[in-house]
Nanobody
Framework: QVQLVESGGGLVQTGGSLRLSCVAS????????MGWFRQAPGKEREFVVN???????DYADSVKGRFTISRDNAKNTVYLQMNSLKPEDSAVYYC????????????????WGQGTQVTVSS
């Protein structure tokens, strides 16, 4: 049983930055793959980035070079640093976790946070 809570969303202008946090409780995430996904109104939930237990990462092409994922296993926390934000980045961002294996398919992830809204104004 894992509980995830995201925070850090907000309103920012184009080109600005936000840092999202996801704090886990219930179990250590040291052996979990962690992912960030996002969903805009009327759209499918889409993959943003994931990170596995050894620090390996996989980024969607749309965010490469702008977003950075990191994890602090001692604090059971994963972060998403978002720079050079664009209006098309506006969405609810969700943190998710799955044991051991990484993946891009949101259906593979067992645990989800409640989401945090990111809005980028033009």
């Amino acid at each position: 049983q894992v509980q995830l809570v995201e925070s850090g969303g907000g309103l920012v202008q184009t080109g600005g930055s936000l840092r999202l946090s996801c704090v886990a409780s219930g179990r250590s995430l040291s052996t979990y793959a962690m992912g960030w996904f996002r969903q805009a109104p009327g759209k499918e939930r889409e993959f943003v980035v994931n990170i596995i237990f050894n620090g390996g990462t996989d980024y969607a092409d749309s965010v490469k070079g702008r977003f950075t994922i990191s994890r602090d296993n001692a604090k059971n926390t994963v972060y998403l640093q978002m720079n050079s934000l664009k209006p098309e980045d506006s969405a609810v961002y969700y943190c998710a976790a799955k044991p051991l294996l990484a993946g891009r398919n949101p259906r593979e992830y067992r645990y989800w946070g409640q989401g945090t809204q990111v809005t980028v104004s033009s």
